[in-house]
C-alpha cells in the first residue's frame, strides 16, 4: 500500500509564502507523476500543479500559473509545492496524489477519477490577515 505524507500547511498572511512537501515513505517517488490538488470547502477539488517522472515537465492551473513551483527531489523521495504571493482564495486542503496507470498529468489534474490511485491525508493551507 502507498502511503503519501504531506506537510507544510499552515496559516499565512496575504502575500506570503509556503512550501509544501509530499513524501512516500517505502514507496520511489521517482518513476511517478505526481500531481497537487487543493479543495475549500464547499467547492470541488481543483487540480493545481503535475510534474512528470521522466523530464520534469510542469504543468499548473491557470489560477497559480505564475506563483506555484512543482520540484522534485529524488534524493530526499519528496515533491515539494513553492507557494508565493499567496492569496486568501488559495486557502484549501491540499493534497498530493499519483497513479501507477501511466497517465500524463494533464489527464492526472483534469481527469483524476482516471488516473489517480493514492492520495495523502492533505495539509490545510490557511491565507488570511
Known amino acids: 500500500q502507498v502511503q503519501l505524507v504531506e506537510s507544510g500547511g499552515g496559516l499565512v498572511q496575504p502575500g506570503g509564502s509556503l512550501r509544501l512537501s509530499c513524501a512516500a515513505p517505502g514507496f520511489t517517488l521517482d518513476y511517478y507523476r505526481i500531481g497537487w490538488f487543493r479543495q475549500a470547502p464547499g467547492k470541488e477539488r481543483e487540480g493545481v500543479s503535475c510534474?512528470?517522472?521522466?523530464?520534469?515537465?510542469?504543468y499548473y492551473a491557470d489560477s497559480v500559473k505564475g506563483r506555484f513551483t512543482i520540484s522534485r527531489d529524488n534524493a530526499k523521495n519528496t515533491v515539494y509545492l513553492q507557494m508565493n504571493s499567496l492569496k486568501p482564495e488559495d486557502t484549501a486542503v491540499y493534497y498530493c496524489?499519483?497513479?501507477?496507470?501511466?497517465?500524463?498529468?494533464?489527464?492526472?489534474?483534469?481527469?483524476?477519477?482516471?488516473?489517480?490511485?493514492?492520495w495523502g491525508q492533505g495539509t490545510q493551507v490557511t491565507v488570511s490577515s
Open positions: 510534474i512528470s517522472s521522466s523530464d520534469g515537465s510542469t
Open positions: 496524489a499519483t497513479g501507477t496507470r501511466g497517465a500524463v498529468c494533464p489527464l492526472l489534474l483534469f481527469r483524476p477519477e482516471t488516473a489517480v490511485d493514492y
